[in-house]
Structure formats: structure tokens, C-alpha cells
């Protein structure tokens, strides 16, 4: 009866697509970073080499079976995260490796990918063992929205403004408690970064005043007001004022937090 066959291929069709395996790329950079990362203990290349069989606990994909987002926070894994790896999952939209052991292969840096990821809006690295930030790290991620670096024992890190500027759609840029020294003022700027809606740098080493031109061409609000951010009064986020918004695509107000840097000063 053809009505028949035609409902039963129709009826198989759905379970013919979802057993197609993960793009050889992915499965083979995903089997990589199981192996470096101790991502084992997860299921990671435990039971099936293929990254979207459901085995790979906090591993989705899309409907071309490539990786989509990598979620393994808190998943005891320790060990490195190899550039040349993430670089080959150029369908991941999010990775999310917070609050685990994972350092970088050149000297504990940060990968610095030699493609970039182009879909890449979320990456969550903090609390992990980074130690540097290599120049280009920002490039390689320019539809970045979200990043989060907080609380790695990185060394003296300096972001190169021409690298964080690749990533203008960035809404979260959190970096406490990494020893940063210097002002990154540049994310001050509203042409620049029109989306921001959360700069955090507590927990840091800044020193010096805030520059005098920091949020001038936004709408964060006067200098006077970083008097709040000394030590003792942690943790009072400063909101860019929006009731005069300068013509601009300013509907967002912007909280910055700079508390916690001992050695900051009061600006005027
Ligand atoms: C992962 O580790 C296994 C076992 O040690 C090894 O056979 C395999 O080649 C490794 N795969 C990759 C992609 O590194
Ligand atoms: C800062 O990060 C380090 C890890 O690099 C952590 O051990 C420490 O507790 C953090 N300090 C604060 C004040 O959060």
C-alpha cells in the first residue's frame, strides 16, 4: 500500500536524520579536547566517538549534527585547552568551561586560535588556571557577546585595545580578580562598543585615576561619581545615565564596577 510506505518513510525520517553522526572535524577536535581536558569522567569518548550520540554529557549541536555548545562548568576536568582544537568547531556558538583545572598549551596562556571562531557568542572561562593572555586571543572570537575571564591566576595580563576592538557586540565583559593593572578605557566608548551593558574589573590591581576621558563619548555617568569605588564600598555598580541619551543607540544603561582595586584612585 504506497500511503503506507510513504507514512513509514516519512515516520523514519526524523530518527534517519538524528542518527547522522557529528561532522568528522568536530568529532575528531571534540575526541582531542576529551583527551586533554580529562573530559572522560564525563562520558566524553567514553562509550561512542561521536560528540552528538548523547553520550557527551553538555555537548549540543545543531541540525547539521556540528557542535553547537560545549557546557561543562564545575566538571572537574584539568588539564589543557588546545587552540588548534576549539579553532576546528567553527559552528560553536558557546563554551562554557567555568570553574574547572584547564590551563593553555604555550606557557598557560589563553588559546590563541589560529582561525577564528565566527559563531562563537559565549565563552565562560573563569576560575581555571590560565596565566596569560596572548595578543589576538580577543580576535578569534568576533561575534563575541559574553566573556567571562574572571578569577584566573594570570600574570600582568594586557589586553591590546586593537584586539578587543574585533569584538564590537560584546554586552558582558568580565574580568575580576586577574590581576589587571590598567585601565582598559577604550570599552568606554560607546562607538565602539555599542551593546555593553556590564564591564566588571573588580578584584584587580588598577591603579592610577580613571582616565579623564573614560566614558565621554557614551553616557556613563561624571568622574565625581567613581568616589564610590573605593575599596570600602564595594560592589556599587555605577549605571550610565540615560535620561539624555546623546542621539546614539544608548537604550541600555552600563554597569561598571571597579571595586576592590586597592590601589585606584579618586579620579578628580
Ligand atoms: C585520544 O586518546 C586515545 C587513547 O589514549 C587515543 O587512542 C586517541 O588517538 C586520542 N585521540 C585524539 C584525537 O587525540
Ligand atoms: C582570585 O583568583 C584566585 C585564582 O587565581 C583565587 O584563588 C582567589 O581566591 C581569588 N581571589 C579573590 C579575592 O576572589
Redo the contacts with the bound molecule.
Sequence with gaps: MPVLAVLVILGALPWIIAAAPASPDDA?AM??IA?TTGAGALGWGVKSADPCDGSWVGVSFDDARRVASIRASRAGLAGWLYASDLSKLTFLTELDLGFNGLTGQTGGDLPLLPTPLQHLRTLDLRSNRFLGVPEGFFAAFPALETINLDDNPTVGPRFRPDDVLTCSGLQSFSVNNISLSLFPDYLGSAAAFPALESLSLARNELHGAIPAGFGNDGNIVPRRQWSEFTPHRAHRPVHRRHEEPRGGPFANTVSVDVSANPRIDKPC
Design positions: 575528531a575526541q582531542s583527551n
